[in-house]
């Protein structure tokens, strides 16, 4: 089955990403949210992506002839045969699926017709068990379900879903449109018929689909990724040297261009704060998960939750 109508489920940091990528690739696109404030919440993201198309698209033209593979791979599908005049035709895409984007709070009309849901809530699994319970008696026979948690493995999802056999993850990275990853991992349960019907659905909306063999928790992007975050939140936590610092240091070693915080702020701090929330240490202030704790607490009751508000471990112009 090709998708069409495809509901993305949030509006945070990568559910907002998501929603305007498949709606860029010219997929009718669903926004669900909770409330009206959600929704005023979630339409500066979709502001700030759109604006954020059109600059990179624009900058892409210098690229043109460069050979250079540091050109937004989600926005370009064929950059060796890319023009200025295919850019200005990309660049009304951007706007056409910036003006395309339904905002529902009904979730009944949400998912009627839907081909796919792609689950984008906070890495909080009551929260997700209770959006599938109740989305689970609404949604038609056909539609098939993935979730973009970043940690947490389908199969303690499915039973919740109705459909085990039409559900499993699929995972972005951070700035989609460029970092443009997509992780498909299945459970027992999963059919590879639709789990094949995923990857395509990747391809056709612009990213690289990365199959995974099995559940593992972290996938392959944050088994990476979260202990490098965790060993540079410890340093802070355990007041060995601020943040700056730290960044410089990795940055300064090894060439890369962002360090923990950087990527932090990037992912979010609610995220980062969540994940470390599922470690029972995190609950003792004295251990080390438990001050990490504390201090992203902190910083998000400060309204400090990353780049989506302006500033983070970093101050960000919006």
Same mark, same amino acid.
Request: hydrophobic residues 40%.
């Given at each position: ?15 907002? $990403? ?7 690739? &010219? ?9 009206? !404030? ?11 992506? +759109?604006?954020?198309?059109? @600059? =990179? ?19 370009? /599908? ?17 706007? $056409? ?43 038609p026979e056909k539609t098939v379900i993935v979730t ?10 499915? $039973? ?6 039409? #559900?499993?993850?699929? +995972? ?22 639709? #789990?094949d019907e995923v990857v395509e659905f990747a391809g ?9 063999? @099995?559940?593992?928790? &972290? ?27 730290? /960044? ?6 090894? &060439?890369?261009?962002? !360090? ?18 599922? =470690?029972?240490?995190? @609950? =003792? ?15 998000? =009751? ?9 500033? !983070? ?6």
């Open positions: 089955m090709a998708f069409k109508k495809v509901v993305v489920v949030g509006g945070g940091v990568l559910g907002s $990403q998501i929603a305007y990528q498949v709606a860029y690739k &010219g997929f009718d696109v669903t926004v669900w949210l909770r409330s009206e !404030g959600s929704i005023e919440r979630a339409k500066p993201k979709f502001a700030r992506w +759109h604006e954020t198309y059109l @600059k =990179d698209l624009e900058a892409t033209k210098a690229l043109i002839g460069t050979g250079t593979k540091l050109y937004p791979r989600g926005l370009v /599908d064929d950059f060796e045969n890319l023009t200025a005049e295919k850019v200005d035709e990309l660049k009304v895409q951007a706007d $056409q699926a910036f003006e395309s984007l339904t905002y529902e709070l009904d979730m009944t009309k949400a998912m009627a017709d839907a081909d796919l849901v792609i689950e984008s809530l906070s890495e909080d699994p009551k929260a997700k068990i209770a959006f599938y319970q109740q989305m689970a008696p609404l949604l973009n948690s970043s940690t947490m493995v389908p199969s303690a999802f499915a $039973q919740y879903t109705g459909r085990p056999e039409k #559900y499993l993850a699929l +995972h972005f990275a951070n700035e989609i449109w460029k970092n443009n990853t997509a992780e498909i991992m299945g459970h027992a349960g999963t059919d590879q018929k639709y #789990y056709q909306i612009g990213m690289i689909p990365l199959k995974l063999y @099995k559940e593992q928790p &972290g996938y392959i992007l944050n088994s990476l990724l979260v202990p490098f975050l965790n060993a540079g939140e410890a340093l802070y936590a355990n007041d060995v040297a601020d943040p700056e610092t730290i /960044d410089l240091t990795w940055s300064l070693a090894t &060439g890369a261009p962002l !360090g923990p915080f950087r990527i932090l702020d990037i992912v979010g701090l609610e995220t980062a704060y969540n994940i470390v929330c599922m =470690d029972p240490a995190a @609950k =003792d202030p004295k251990t080390t998960p438990g001050k990490i704790a504390k201090r992203l607490k902190e910083k998000i =009751d400060a309204g400090k939750k990353g780049v989506c508000t302006g500033e !983070g471990f970093y101050k960000y112009t919006k």
